[in-house]
């Protein structure tokens, strides 16, 4: 009967009757048939009409490749007509065979004479005077008679189906869910089992599993004829098959069908492999199954049905790897809105950082920590966030910014805080002034209303829909076990601090691919000693300055390798865009001249001559270490004292020592002379020996063209790609937010490339920059470590180019390694299981 051009549908209703089950006689039409169809070319309908009982009723589902492509609705109950109507009277009764009849009529003149559906909406008469009136209103509307003629009937639907789906919209709507553009659509006709008849008669659904926990659980809804015709006549009454205390259970009606029901959904789960939603229909105690679907599933229930068909030795581990989507263990880490809840959006931005949060909006990082010394959760709403933020990001659940795109300040700490987070909002007015956000629609939000942020999806929500926890149960370390005895390349987080380092260690992170040092700075007891370090003119000032954060970075560095046991450690030495660091307000200021001891005029002047006008491009990574070295030496130093302290207590450890923004070979072999004396002299003061790794961060375009000449100075090699596409496009990645929905909206970017690698350009520049820096020097380490590193598409290609590692932020680890391992499994031949 089916074939693969058959659709989904037909085949698993093939399969069904393979397996023996009840299923009604069924014929498929191919894709290629259907497509005739919609050119006007009908099949021969005597012979397609011959496969079925003359006395039948049919139906027509559509049966595309994947059901989430949409398709046209069901058309049931085709053969209806006044014959019909009169001898099914006899069997059924007049008021249950009219309400048949009528509901055909609604059905077809709504979806294949494309009618007006309120058309019928003040028919208020049932049985045979609201027929009537059904009938009426077709025929006046349609100007023809209800068609009686079956094959008439079936003609006209098949018919209307198959243009339904070669329409525009249908074609752009299930385009935009991934279809291709030249996806088919299959049709699938059967007898219908009405269901309806002296015996104990109905229609339902059973699944095996809960769909949002992924427990076994029958779980379902049948619709008893004996429940009374009033059901019938007015809408389902729903009769759950678990224990409902509205009525009897289908198991007290019906026991052997219920049981049979039960003994074909556990055959079907065992065989099709994959658990199944068996729709059916009892007539006179009789068993039916019209067809079977995948289960509909939340993410935490996914993975529990994926370990659970493994565990029951239905499928394999890898398998079970390869069923579910990476970016539903994301879902898992965090709070979500639950999925049927109330979403009121009030705006929208980038989506830079997953998960949900209800609180009160504040504005300042002050409001928030009073606001959580209250007792109250807080969303932090800012223009766009900055250091002197990050205390009031702590505090807060969620961030919301109107600037800024996927790799802005506030998106890259609150992906590394696991705080949820929604950058670039332009459509919101945020004045911090008066306090108030305006909402898209024009309503005005103030200091203290509830909102809730969902990161996930990149909205904001009035009030506090309902919402489902993070769901790291031993069901989702399961599987993730399975991915990473499947993956071929590493996975690193990148963690700037203790917290970040133990969520790294939690998620299974093989090591810290970037440890932004600049980012240790960020706390507020910190930056005023870093902001005395940028201050200094003289060198005794600065070396004053620097002996300050010797001793806190030694203790950072210590705690981090104490953390990671062994494991590797890149470290990047300083590369503050120095607008970072230089206070913005007037308290910022006058912090700054009391800890300098100067007037706030000569702080305010200095730091307005310390101004860039394009510090992204400006005094930043190496260039800082080539004009003021003494801030690398104190780094190196506090690198190679804490590898001997941490060293002492646990396994050796071997830092890797990582110069950001490279453009030249000079620069590295400048530094790279630097930071081997500084080991020296670590080595003859502490009398003890240890060994580190040197490595350039590729995120120049000139670093990937020139490779060949960087690499010889270096074991290792990072690509990041954050500041590799920013220079690539020209485009600021702190800007980029403002444009970039407009951008993607209308095509000129297929996706953000701050989110997805942009393989034809910036792509091209890293697969330059792997092979220049393997020609010169083949045992170099290759990775990546921008924010791309956690995005499954810029995954399959660092494997591709062959790098060892990606590197991302600790919450998006397991999607990293999920998605990893499910292409080391794709290149061995395991595919993903068909959509049913
Ligand atoms: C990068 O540019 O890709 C990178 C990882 O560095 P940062 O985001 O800190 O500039
Ligand atoms: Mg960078």
Redesign the pocket.
């Known amino acids: 009967m089916a074939t693969p051009t058959h659709g989904g549908r037909a085949k698993c209703l093939q399969r069904l009757v393979r397996l023996d089950l009840p299923v009604p006689r069924t014929v498929a039409l191919s894709f290629a048939e259907v497509h005739r169809i919609a050119a006007g070319q009908m099949p021969d309908m005597a012979a397609l009409l011959a496969h079925f009982d003359p006395d039948a009723l049919l139906c027509v589902r559509p049966s595309s490749e994947d059901p989430d492509w949409g398709g046209p609705g069901a058309v049931l109950n085709i053969g209806m007509n006044d014959a019909r109507y009169v001898a099914l009277t006899e069997s059924i009764g007049h008021d249950a065979s009219a309400s048949l009849y009528m509901r055909f009529v609604q059905g077809y003149a709504i979806h294949v004479a494309r009618l007006d559906p309120d058309l019928f909406d003040e028919i208020e008469d049932v049985g045979q005077a609201g027929l009537s009136a059904a009938l009426a209103a077709y025929e006046e509307e349609a100007e023809e008679v209800f068609p009686q003629d079956p094959a008439v009937q079936l003609r006209e639907v098949l018919r209307s189906m198959a243009r339904a789906w070669e329409g525009t919209t249908a074609r752009l709507l299930r385009q935009a869910k991934g279809a291709p553009v030249d996806a088919g659509l299959g049709l699938v006709v059967q007898e219908m089992a009405p269901g309806l008849g002296k015996g104990e008669c109905g229609s339902g659904v059973l699944q095996l599993v809960d769909s949002d926990t992924g427990l076994p659980q029958i779980t379902g809804r049948y619709l008893s004829q004996s429940q009374g015709r009033e059901a019938l006549k007015h809408r389902n009454t729903s009769l759950f098959l678990e224990k409902d205390p509205r009525g009897p259970s289908l198991e007290e009606l019906a026991p052997e069908a219920f049981h049979q029901l039960k003994a074909n959904a556990e055959l079907m789960r065992r065989k099709l492999r994959a658990e199944m939603q068996i729709e059916f229909t009892i007539q006179n105690g009789q068993v039916h199954i019209l067809d079977g679907m995948r289960v509909q599933r939340s993410s935490r229930a996914a993975v529990r049905i994926a370990v659970r068909l493994v565990e029951d030795g239905i499928i394999t581990p890898q398998e079970a790897v390869m069923r579910i989507e990476p970016g539903a263990i994301s879902e898992l880490l965090h709070r979500q809105v639950a999925p049927g809840a109330d979403r009121r959006v009030i705006g929208r931005g980038i989506a830079a950082s997953p998960g949900a949060a209800t609180g009160r909006i504040v504005f300042s990082s002050a409001e928030a920590l009073a606001c959580t010394s209250r007792g109250e959760t807080c969303i932090l709403v800012r223009r766009e966030t900055s250091p002197e933020d990050i205390r009031g990001m702590h505090a807060a659940v969620a961030v919301l910014t109107e600037r800024g795109g996927m ?1 802005s300040h506030a998106a ?1 700490i609150g992906r590394g805080l696991g705080l949820p987070c929604v950058v670039g909002a332009a459509r919101m007015k945020i004045d911090l002034q008066r306090k108030t956000i305006l909402a898209e629609d024009g309503r005005t939000f103030r200091e203290g209303d509830i909102v809730t942020l969902d990161g996930t999806a990149g909205e904001v929500l009035e009030g506090s829909p309902d919402m489902v926890e993070a769901a790291l149960d031993d069901a989702f370390q399961t599987l993730m076990g399975w991915a990473d005895e499947a993956r071929d390349i590493g996975v690193r987080a990148n963690a700037d601090t203790p917290a970040d380092a133990a969520t790294a260690r939690r998620f299974m992170a093989q090591g810290i691919g ?1 440890c ?1 040092t600049e980012h240790m700075f960020f706390e507020a007891d910190r930056i005023t000693p870093m902001r005395e370090m940028i201050f200094a003119d003289a060198t005794e000032d600065r070396q004053a300055a620097l002996a300050i954060l010797l001793p806190m970075q030694r203790a950072d560095f210590t705690e981090l390798f104490r953390i990671m046991e062994g494991l590797p450690v890149c470290i990047r030495l300083f ?1 503050p865009p120095l607008h970072e660091f230089l206070p913005t307000d007037r308290a910022g200021l006058r912090d700054l001249a009391e800890a300098l001891d100067l007037p706030v005029s000569d702080v305010t002047r200095r730091v307005e001559s310390m101004g860039e006008y394009n510090p992204m491009l400006g005094l930043r990574g190496v260039r800082l270490g080539i004009t003021v070295p003494e801030i690398y030496d104190m780094q190196a130093r506090a690198i190679f004292e804490a590898t001997l302290d941490a060293s002492r207590e646990g396994a050796p450890v071997v830092p890797e020592i990582m110069l950001p923004l490279v453009s030249a070979n000079r620069e590295v072999e400048l530094l790279r002379s630097r930071i081997d004396a500084v080991a020296a002299e670590v080595r003859a003061e502490r009398g003890r020996d240890f060994t580190y790794r040197r490595g350039g961060m590729v ?1 120049t375009p000139r670093a990937c063209l020139r490779a060949d000449e960087i690499a010889p100075h270096c074991q290792f090699l990072s690509f ?5 596409t920013q220079m690539t496009y020209g485009l600021s990645r702190d800007d980029a937010g403002r444009f970039m929905g407009d951008y993607v909206q209308q095509g000129v970017f297929s996706e953000d490339p701050f989110h997805v690698l942009d393989l034809d350009g910036v792509g091209e520049l890293v697969a330059i920059g792997v092979e220049r820096g393997r020609s010169s020097n083949p045992g170099v380490t290759l990775s990546i ?2 924010e791309h590193g956690g995005n499954p598409e810029s995954i399959a290609f660092c494997r591709a180019v062959g790098m060892t590692y990606v590197s991302c932020s600790p919450f998006r680890v397991p999607v990293a390694r999920l998605a990893a391992a499910q292409f080391a499994l794709s290149a061995q031949g395991v595919r993903k299981p068909p959509r049913m």
């Open positions: 790799t890259v970037l932004r590369d995120e990041g790609t954050n500041d590799l470590c921008g």
